[in-house]
């Protein structure tokens, strides 16, 4: 099973068995762990005809770092949306698009974090660059409580190339700068949107950040100067979907 990845946690692996059941080849539970979390992951997977294991906790300790919660998965490798595939979302979408671009998050706590916030709030998929980015691993999916099994990521060569082609799909692209003039309390977000996040720290880069149609920032009152991204996003987030009356 050397070519297999490791999902670990009660939430992403439930999501799994939930959502890609022919991923999970194998599943791995601590013994002597018995709560209700546990037992429905064993019947989930048996009732999947997924082949379960008790082992000792402290072999899933030697072989996870990070809180497996007594659980561990063995599943095939992720699957990361194409650019091409953005077309054939964006025309099955009955509603107006509400996408996620983040630009250069390269830590995977805060891409699992985006991920969680994106799934409540509706998004239709996520948008990273190849390069410069995290990517899908257990951490992200351990952070992200089982959405990144649910929300599309989609992985392109150019990101300006693709926010550029969204525009020509009529979609608008709202760019987070804490320079610019609207507070994103005072823009207009109710149609066709992608909401672009910049890298921590860096912010977006120049090409995205010409390739947007405006910039939006949220108010900050006190003495930091900006908040954590995937906190910034779930803010940003949910005053769209606060405009959009849902």
């Not at 392109?156 to 190339?161: D, K």
């Not at 979609?171 to 610019?180: D, K, P, Q, S």
Request: hydrophobic fraction near 45%.
């Amino acid at each position: 099973m050397n070519d297999l990845e490791q999902v670990y946690g009660i939430h992403a692996v439930s999501a799994l068995l939930t959502h890609h059941p022919k991923r999970v080849k194998q599943l791995l539970l601590a013994k002597g762990r018995q709560d209700v979390s546990i037992e429905a992951l064993r019947e989930q997977a048996q009732a999947a005809r997924i082949e379960v294991r008790d082992i000792e906790r402290r072999e899933l300790d030697e072989k996870i770092e990070g809180v497996h919660q007594g659980v561990l998965a063995m599943v095939s490798p992720s699957q990361i949306w194409g650019e091409a595939m953005l077309d054939e979302l964006l025309d099955r979408i009955g509603e107006p698009a509400l996408l996620l671009v983040l630009d250069g998050v390269t830590d995977p706590h805060n891409l699992g974090a985006c991920l969680r916030t994106a799934d409540a709030a509706g998004v239709h998929a996520v948008i990273i660059p190849k390069d410069k980015s995290a990517t899908l691993n257990a951490t992200v999916r351990k952070v992200a409580c089982g959405a990144a099994e649910v929300v599309p990521l989609v992985a392109v060569t150019n990101l300006s190339r693709t926010l550029q082609h969204l525009q020509k799909k009529g979609v608008w692209i709202a760019g987070t700068a804490g320079e610019a003039e609207a507070s994103i309390y005072q823009q207009d977000l109710s149609g066709p949107l992608a909401l672009v996040m910049g890298a921590e720290g860096k912010g977006m880069r120049r090409l995205t950040r010409e390739n947007c149609d405006y910039l939006v920032k949220l108010p900050m009152l006190g003495s930091v100067s900006s908040l954590n991204v995937s906190v910034a996003t779930g803010v940003c987030l949910f005053e769209i979907r606060r405009q959009r009356g849902v």
